[in-house]
């Protein structure tokens, strides 16, 4: 073969095979989804996350990796709000007293105290249309929700017993950045202070605030209940969270893609909502075995006493929240004002 011959048949080779390799690299490169959250692995939502992962992968043969980044490895509350819609991570599962600064105030409705007397109140609104239509108002902020996950009651922690109302007067207690826990604080006498979910610990420990409200699962996790000397159990708020994703990056994925994940994120939903209320109790037990914290349930007389106090907040709260979506929330779970 002449060598001009042989130089372009090489030449041509080496095309083919770079032709080859490029190719195959893209057949086989997975699409990632980055998952942030603030909680540890070992929670509901961690646990949930988790099952996600295993679902996904699974379903979409590998062509989707989940990478999850529990504890606020990557981001803290507010920062992993920004960093879904910058598209630096994918999925976020928030609790629902955190979209507020984001500007979709509605989502408040949720933190009411005592709005839901059980967890079927709670499916009595993200179950239906209230939840869907929840979901809509994200949309134009580059956010599509996907699935409400339980977590169950809100207990409060503090250095000293809470038993009545008086007893939070000039108390610091931290809380999420809803503004409805906010009124609802200072309801009850105490000065909120909004943090972040992974300045709580420290913030306990030294004395920044004397207490916060928070589920038994996270108290645990957190060690919190070893910087707390007193925890009531006054089920009088609830933890929930919106598992959202960055809408243009779901709306680009392939069809087949976004329908195997789909039945992965609902999969994952049934299997954290059924785990939530029984790893709660089981991290209760826990705390309670430690010996460090006494564990002190509200009397019923008590309950009527907080009650009296936060009820007012549900009116208060319907220039924030809106009205209309607080009547739909009562209709939805079956509240009515105690007498
Ligand atoms: C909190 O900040 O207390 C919770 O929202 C943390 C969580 O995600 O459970």
Redesign the pocket.
């Known amino acids: 073969m002449k060598l001009l011959a042989r130089r372009t048949l090489i030449q041509a080779a080496v095309a083919a095979a770079a032709a080859l390799t490029v190719a195959g690299a893209f057949a086989q490169a997975p699409i990632v989804i980055k998952f942030s959250?603030?909680?540890a692995p070992d929670?509901p939502?961690g646990k949930g996350a988790l099952r996600f992962k295993e679902l996904a992968e699974q379903r979409t043969n590998g062509r989707v990796k989940v990478e999850i980044y529990p504890n606020s490895q990557l981001y803290k509350?507010k920062e992993e709000m920004e960093a879904l819609q910058l598209g630096s991570v994918q999925m976020l599962?928030?609790?629902l007293?955190?979209f507020g600064p984001l500007g979709v105030k509605e989502f408040e409705v949720f933190d009411l105290p005592f709005l839901f007397k059980d967890d079927a109140a709670f499916r009595g609104i993200t179950e239906g249309p209230l939840g869907a239509d929840l979901f809509k108002k994200l949309e134009p902020k580059g956010i599509k929700g996907l699935a409400y996950w339980d977590?169950g009651f809100h207990q409060m922690s503090a250095n000293k017993p809470l038993h009545k109302v008086e007893d939070f007067k000039g108390l610091k207690m931290?809380i999420?950045s809803s503004k409805v826990l906010d009124a609802e604080m200072r309801a009850l006498g105490a000065i909120p202070q909004v943090m972040?979910?992974s300045e709580?610990y420290q913030a306990l420990q030294s004395g920044v605030v004397d207490g916060?409200?928070?589920?038994a699962s996270?108290f645990y996790t957190q060690k919190t209940y070893e910087v707390q000397k007193h925890m009531t159990i006054s089920n009088h708020g609830h933890?929930a969270?919106a598992v959202i994703v960055n809408k243009k990056f779901w709306d680009g994925l392939p069809a087949d893609i976004r329908t195997a994940l789909e039945a992965s994120i609902k999969d994952s939903t049934t299997y954290a909502n059924a785990i939530a209320a029984t790893e709660n109790a089981q991290a209760l037990d826990k705390i309670k075995a430690s010996g460090k914290v006494t564990v002190y349930p509200l009397t019923p007389a008590e309950t009527t006493e907080w009650k009296k106090a936060l009820m007012p907040v549900h009116h208060d709260m319907e220039s924030r929240v809106g009205k209309a979506t607080i009547e739909a929330a009562y209709k939805a779970t079956g509240f009515t004002a105690p007498k």
Do not use: W
Not at 212 to 215: A, D, K, Q
């Open positions: 959250h603030v909680v929670t939502k509350d599962a928030p609790s007293a955190k977590n931290r999420q972040a979910f709580l916060t409200e928070g589920v996270n933890l969270y």
